[in-house]
T-cell receptor, first 110, second 115 residues
Framework: SQKIEQNSEALNIQEGKTATLTCNYT??????LQWYRQDPGRGPVFLLL?????KEKRKERLKVTFDTTLKQSLFHITASQPADSATYLC?????????FGTGTRLQVFP | GAGVSQTPSNKVTEKGKYVELRCDPI?????LYWYRQSLGQGPEFLIY????????DSGLPNDRFFAVRPEGSVSTLKIQRTERGDSAVYLC?????????????FGEGSRLTVL
């Protein structure tokens, strides 16, 4: 069956360090992948989109990689700040809709 | 408004009642999506509209769930004979074209509690 897996455990890191979140998928062949941020009680907010022919994408302190052979995307936040604390969701396209992973909660402490 | 608007933000109802949840997408967005999110889970796809028609309703869990978008703008998700398992946050999102043209813009959600 199709599955999208993200770290179910919360990720706790110290301010200033790099946070790395993982998204693994099986039985999909997505043309692209998206990452969203979700704060408690709010809707998800789009961060980055990466296409299957792109190995890496950057936006300010964010970096996403996409390895279609490993079926994995890594999401990095460099120089993390307490304001980066949130749940981060990866999502894969299936032609006409996005399918989301369960999300990883990131906690950045001072 | 500039964003996706969902009403009500909170709805508490009794088992067996009928519920309607409304979504007002960003003006000009032709695609509209409904997702459902339970605590600690990612959004679960329910239905996708392109214009007025439901292009993909494969995520609707059963025939108690129905959604309409009669004029290609506002959409209503309708749940008949609600059950306690329907309790969740119902999220609506819109986008300019099909999903592979870019991001989805989400509303803040409607939290449904079935007692």
């Amino acid at each position: 069956s199709q599955k999208i897996e993200q770290n179910s455990e919360a990720l706790n890191i110290q301010e200033g360090k790099t946070a790395t979140l993982t998204c693994n998928y099986t039985n999909y062949s997505p043309a692209y992948l998206q990452w969203y941020r979700q704060d408690p009680g709010r809707g998800p907010v789009f961060l980055l989109l990466i296409r299957e022919n792109e190995k890496e994408k950057r936006k300010e302190r964010l970096k996403v990689t996409f390895d279609t052979t490993l079926k994995q995307s890594l999401f990095h936040i460099t120089a993390s700040q307490p304001a980066d604390s949130a749940t981060y969701l990866c999502a894969l396209d299936t032609t006409d809709k996005l399918i989301f992973g369960t999300g990883t909660r990131l906690q950045v402490f001072p | 408004g500039a964003g996706v608007s969902q009403t009500p933000s909170n709805k508490v109802t009794e088992k067996g009642k009928y519920v309607e949840l409304r979504c007002d997408p960003i003006s000009g967005h032709t695609a509209l999506y409904w997702y459902r999110q339970s605590l600690g889970q990612g959004p679960e796809f329910l239905i996708y509209f392109q214009g007025t028609g439901a292009a993909d309703d494969s995520g609707l869990p059963n025939d108690r769930f129905f959604a309409v978008r009669p004029e290609g703008s506002v959409s209503t998700l309708k749940i008949q004979r609600t059950e306690r398992g329907d309790s969740a946050v119902y999220l609506c999102a819109s986008s300019l074209g099909t999903v592979n043209t870019g991001e989805l813009f989400f509303g803040e959600g409607s939290r449904l509690t079935v007692l």
